[in-house]
Structure formats: structure tokens, C-alpha cells
């Protein structure tokens, strides 16, 4: 995983989010799935210890997505792009030191967030694929 320089801004914000959420299930703490982000952080908050600034940073972090998601136009400027990556960074760590030191050492060489994407590509790609009876297919 990466976080250097995305050309498409929005890309770059979706994947800082997308590496704070692996990070999470990497080190074994709930990713509360199916929530805005704001909703998300805010969970995450409250399932680590963090200060003042780091949870402020997560709030910018946050932010600057939901306009990325939201907003028609959306450019990115080189001091907001430091300061998403430097949030993502200083919450990457906040999520690592929440977890039991072993956890995350393991977690640094075996990811859980890449060995179940691979697994789940797996079982994608050794689905059958069984054409079923529909109203397109049926012979009335």
C-alpha cells in the first residue's frame, strides 16, 4: 500500500480512507462498515485512545473527503494534500498502538485486509456461473 501522489485528487482522498481502514481490520479493530465517513470516525474514535489534535486531524481528514465526495469541482491544494496524508499517517499510527503489540506486529506481515481481499477474489473467480430461469429466459 501506498500513499504517495494520485493524479485524480478524489482517488487520492478514497484510497488515504480506504489505507485507514485497513490499517483497522489489519490490527483487528471493528471498521464500522456501511457508515459515512464522519459517522465512521467517529466510531473509531471512541474504540482508540486519541488527542485533542489527533481526532481534530481525523475531523480535517474527513472533511476534505466528504467535499471530495460531494462537491461538483473539487481541486486539492498542496497544503491540504499534506495535511490528509499527514492525518492519515498520524492515524495509522493511533490505530497500530491501539491494538496489543503482537497484533501488530503480526499485522505488518500478514495484512488481514490483503489476505481476505485475496480470498474473497478467490471465491469470486472460482464461482460458476449457472444461468438461471428469469422472465428474459423462460419459455411460457
Do not use: M
Not at 501506498?2 to 485497513?22: I, K, Q, S
Amino acid at each position: 500500500r501506498r500513499l504517495g501522489r494520485r493524479t485524480d485528487p478524489r482517488l487520492e482522498l478514497e484510497n488515504l480512507w480506504r489505507e485507514l481502514r485497513a490499517t483497522a481490520i489489519d490490527v483487528r479493530i471493528p471498521w464500522p462498515e456501511g457508515r459515512s465517513p464522519r459517522t465512521a470516525a467517529r466510531i473509531l474514535g471512541l474504540r482508540v485512545s486519541a488527542s485533542a489534535d489527533e481526532n481534530a486531524a481525523l475531523a480535517d481528514l474527513v472533511g476534505t473527503l466528504e467535499e471530495a465526495r460531494y462537491r461538483e469541482r473539487f481541486e486539492l491544494d498542496e497544503e491540504t494534500r499534506a495535511s490528509c496524508r499527514a492525518a492519515t499517517a498520524t492515524w495509522i499510527r493511533v490505530i497500530t498502538q491501539a491494538a496489543p503489540p503482537r497484533r501488530s506486529r503480526l499485522a505488518r506481515f500478514l495484512p488481514r485486509s490483503v489476505l481476505d481481499s485475496r480470498r474473497q477474489l478467490d471465491q469470486d473467480s472460482s464461482a460458476t456461473v449457472r444461468p438461471e430461469a428469469n422472465s428474459y429466459t423462460e419459455v411460457g
